[in-house]
């Protein structure tokens, strides 16, 4: 006679990434919207189609600055960093912006279409290569600042006839 094995209980497991990312998915999160200065709840099904318009209007040659996109919006910095940090496609979005808008104002500059000196001096905020290259020049700088000490050696000059020892002024 076999025994028979008891049902097994079924357990609950609160491991903390699930339960993160289920309530992730039904929270609302407040949006102070600056055009009607009224605050809105938004979901992240907002906020995803927030990320699509994003990379669609990052296509649009007229879209030289992330800037122009936040104020078009009325999106601040601190709406920006909360949407990165609950939404990975509003993140990669952002991301996917940046290189598209770093390539443009790039090519641009190389082509003169645009003002090379303003663009070289933000390029660093729209692509990791630039902010890479620019730290390192500065560290060339800095480096090369530290090597300036200059030594000097001055031979004396022995007297003649033709040139004599200069008299100090004293001793007259």
Known sequence: MSRKRPNPVPLEINHPSTQD????KNLWHDYFNIYTLKTQPVNIKYIE???????DWAMDDNSL?????????????????KWKEVSPAFKAAQ?????TIAVRRE???????????MILSSMPM?????????????????KQEQDKTIKVLVEQIPSSDL???KKKDNDE
Not at 21 to 24: K, L, P, Q, T, W
Not at 49 to 55: H, R, V
């Open 126 to 142: 729209y692509s990791n290569k630039w902010k890479k290259m620019t730290q390192w020049r500065a560290s060339l700088k800095n």
């Open 95 to 99: 991301s996917f912006a940046k290189r």
């Open 163 to 165: 040139v004599p020892i």
């Open 49 to 55: 189609s927030m990320a699509k318009e994003l990379t």
């Open 65 to 81: 600055t992330l800037e122009q996109f936040w104020l078009l919006k009325g999106l601040d910095g601190s709406t920006i960093k």
């Open 107 to 117: 090519i641009g500059a190389i082509k003169n279409k645009l003002n090379t000196s």
């Open 21 to 24: 990312s289920i309530s992730e």
